[in-house]
């Protein structure tokens, strides 16, 4: 990523509408890459929500239909029938699946944006370069 010395731009008597663009599209950046940041570590969480679920699942296959079991609710645990749990499992990570789905879609769409804006903000710093 781009950074540039905004002092250096607003002690060059440059155009204040040129300013205002490169110190736009500086912000628009940086928040970009800050989403691009969190949507990663989302899918990452998602990720990791669904292979806990689809473990869990695989561990509960080997037991009885009738079987009680305990589930975890916050740091209680409560007695459920294994169905039950079953069924909660495939919910959470079909959820995870779906969630992770949208972030990843989410993040190649910044990966897209995030280059056009640099290169943006490259283009109006050398434009003010000029300028002096």
């Given amino acids: ?62 037991l009885p239909a009738e079987t009680a079991v305990y589930r975890t609710i916050g ?11 079953q069924e909660r499992l495939r919910n959470v990570s079909s959820m995870a699946l779906e969630e992770k789905e949208k972030m990843l879609t989410r993040k190649a769409q910044l990966e897209v944006l995030i280059p056009n804006i640099e290169n943006k903000a490259k283009a109006l710093y050398e434009e003010l370069s000029a300028e002096q």
Avoid: W, Y
């Fill in 1 to 62: 990523m781009i950074r540039h010395d905004l002092a250096r731009v607003h002690r060059l008597g440059m155009s204040e509408t040129l300013k205002k663009e490169f110190t736009a599209a500086q912000t628009r950046l940086g928040e970009l890459v800050a989403e691009h940041r969190r949507v990663s570590e989302f899918a990452s969480r998602k990720e990791h929500e669904n292979k806990m679920s689809l473990l869990t699942m695989k561990e509960l296959e080997s």
């Fill in 75 to 85: 740091k209680a645990f409560i007695l459920s029938d294994l169905p039950h749990v």
